[in-house]
C-alpha cells in the first residue's frame, strides 16, 4: 500500500478559484482550512462586494474571506471588487479585466431564497458581466442578520454578472436548508427565465449541484 504523503497538497488544475460568502460554503471553507490543500500558488476571485464597505470593515465580504479562509489557507492573489471606489463603470471595467485574465477553474456558488447567484437578481440578463446591482428588499432582508440593525445593509452592491460566471469552468453550486427549497426545484427544473437567474446553470456544461434533504425536498 502507499504511505500517505504528509504536507500540503497543491491541486495542480486549480489555479484560480470562484468564491462565494454568505453562509453556505461556511462548512466547505472550514474543511479546506483544517485540510492539507495549499492553495499558496493560486489565485482567487470573489464573486462580489458590498459598495460603500471597506476590506478592514468587518461586514465587508473581502473581510468575511479573510476571516473564514484566506487566515488559514492564503492565496497568492485574492481579488474582489473594490468596494470603496463608487465609480461603478471604472470598478467593473478593472474587474472584468482581472476575470479575463484569470479565467476560473471552479466556481463556488451559494443560491439566495429567490434564485439569486452572485448578487445578480431576478430579471438580470444572461450576458450581464460585471456590474453594479441595487439589492432587492428580499435580499437585503436575508442578510440583515449579519448586521446589528437592518439599516446598516448596504443597498448596493458590484457582482460578476451572469456570464461572468458561466465562463467558469466547473461551477459547484450549494444549497442547504428549506428555504432554498423553492429556488433549487425552479432553478432545476423550472422553464427558462431570469427571474430565477440560478436557471442558467442548466446551460454548463460542468455543474455539481450539492444539498441538503431540506433543500431538495421540493422534487
Ligand atoms: C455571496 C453570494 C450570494 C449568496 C446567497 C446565499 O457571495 O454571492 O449569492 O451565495 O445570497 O447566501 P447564504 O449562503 O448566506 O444563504
Not at 461586514?59 to 473594490?82: I, N, R, T, V, W
Not at 449579519?146 to 454578472?161: K, S
Not at 427544473?189 to 444539498?211: E, F, I, K, M, S
Request: glycine letters at 6%.
Amino acid at each position: 500500500m502507499p504511505t500517505p504523503v504528509a504536507g500540503p497538497v497543491q491541486c495542480d488544475q486549480l489555479h484560480v478559484m470562484g468564491l462565494a460568502t454568505g453562509s453556505t460554503p461556511l462548512e466547505l471553507y472550514k474543511l479546506i482550512s483544517e485540510s492539507d490543500l495549499d492553495f499558496s500558488q493560486a489565485s482567487s476571485v470573489n464573486l462580489d462586494e458590498y459598495v460603500g464597505l471597506k476590506p478592514t470593515d468587518p461586514q465587508s465580504y473581502h473581510y468575511f474571506m479573510q476571516e473564514h479562509l484566506f487566515d488559514a489557507k492564503p492565496f497568492k492573489e485574492s481579488f474582489f471588487p473594490d468596494g470603496t471606489n463608487p465609480d461603478a463603470g471604472a470598478v467593473t471595467r478593472e474587474y472584468d479585466r482581472i476575470l479575463a485574465r484569470h479565467p476560473i477553474d471552479l466556481q463556488v456558488l451559494g443560491i439566495g431564497r429567490n434564485g439569486h447567484i452572485g448578487f445578480n437578481e431576478p430579471g438580470t440578463t444572461f450576458d450581464s458581466h460585471t456590474h453594479r446591482v441595487a439589492l432587492t428588499p428580499s435580499t437585503i432582508d436575508a442578510n440583515a442578520r449579519f448586521f446589528d440593525q437592518p439599516e446598516q445593509v448596504p443597498r448596493y452592491a458590484y457582482t460578476m454578472g451572469i456570464a461572468s460566471i458561466m465562463a467558469a469552468k466547473r461551477v459547484i453550486l450549494l444549497a442547504f436548508g428549506k428555504e432554498k427549497a423553492a429556488a433549487i426545484r425552479a432553478s432545476l427544473l423550472g422553464p427558462v427565465t431570469p427571474d430565477v437567474p440560478a436557471w442558467v446553470l442548466q446551460r454548463h456544461p460542468n455543474v455539481t449541484v450539492v444539498l441538503d434533504v431540506a433543500a431538495a425536498s421540493q422534487f
